[in-house]
């Protein structure tokens, strides 16, 4: 096996785990999911490597089971601060990078560890604060805002703990900024809270952690990165008449929903190979309909709006 003691990631179970949880210092609200949709509450952290691994799979779900599924996002807090990875034989920020580029082949999604060696962050709390800023303002749009934090992370090497490019990401995704910035600076962080001691109260150890709720009642738990079978499998089984969607296999209607794809992205959404994907993404970039940023690892298509 190959593990990385630093955050506890480890790719062949799909999994980065918390080695320390913040004590929560009130009871954790109640579970609220959407009347008549199975809620998946997804426990994830702007920089954890496994979440990002399963981005084609969730992608794929929303588009198949989006009228049966409701996600519901919430914050896990993986890296508090180094001051608590500084001991028990914990190593240091540059082997995070390390960690990433081991994992980026692993999962197929480009990954580039280059932050962790140029300006490592000091802690998951910023971004995923900035996250709920976000949320609180429009749910559509932070789920954008969190793609837009993680490809700037894990694919531009920017530390988005800094201000500046949380607040890039926010006007990247449309949001009011001003009032982004006002909610970051206060309220999110009672949020951020709130999410904490939920997954305290649920046992939430690591993520990603996919939490599958009906009527306020716990049915389900996918741990890791799986299949995507896994996830059609664990929806019929709660609610059997479930019904999957059909979607549009066209490029240009899924770069429409999906503005920037990894090449994995496009082969599940696709439902076709890897390699088959890359070579019709690699036609699309001929004829000026996508354009192609390379990465160490791999490949990010984004959609020409022209």
């Not at 799909?14 to 509450?41: F, M, N, R, W, Y």
Request: glycine share 6%; hydrophobic share 35%.
């Amino acid at each position: 096996m190959n593990k990385n003691p630093l955050l506890n990631c480890d790719y062949e179970k799909g999994v980065c785990e918390i080695l320390e949880t913040p004590d929560a210092e009130s009871s954790a609200e109640q579970l609220h999911g959407t009347k008549d949709k199975i809620t998946i509450i997804y426990y994830t952290d702007p920089i954890c490597s496994s979440c990002w691994g399963i981005e084609p799979q969730l992608r794929k779900l929303k588009l198949e089971y989006g009228n049966a599924v409701e996600l519901d996002y919430r914050m896990g807090g993986l890296l508090p601060s180094w001051d608590i990875y500084n001991s028990g034989g914990i190593s240091k920020p540059s082997d995070v990078a390390h960690h990433w580029e081991e994992v980026s082949p692993y999962y197929q999604m480009p990954i580039e560890g280059g932050v962790w060696i140029t300006d490592p962050l000091n802690s998951s709390y910023p971004p995923s604060i900035a996250f709920k800023a976000a949320q609180m303002q429009d749910k559509k749009k932070a789920v954008v805002y969190l793609r837009v934090l993680r490809e700037m992370v894990f694919l531009d090497k920017l530390n988005i703990t800094k201000l500046e490019h949380l607040e890039k990401a926010a006007e990247l995704s449309g949001l009011n900024v001003s009032q982004w910035k006002e909610d970051y600076e206060s309220k999110a962080q009672i949020e951020f809270k709130k999410d904490l001691d939920l997954g305290r109260q649920l046992g939430v150890r690591g993520f990603p952690t996919l939490i599958f709720t009906k009527d306020d009642e716990i049915l389900d738990i996918l741990y890791g990165v799986k299949p995507y079978a896994d996830f059609e499998h664990r929806i019929k089984k709660i609610s059997a008449d479930a019904k999957k969607e059909e979607y549009s296999l066209e490029p240009d209607q899924l770069f429409a929903i999906y503005p920037t794809l990894t090449t994995q992205e496009f082969a599940v959404l696709s439902n076709i190979s890897f390699e088959k994907a890359f070579e019709k993404l690699q036609k699309l970039t001929e004829e000026d309909k996508v354009s192609r940023k390379k990465y160490k690892n791999g490949d990010l298509w984004i959609f020409n709006k022209n």
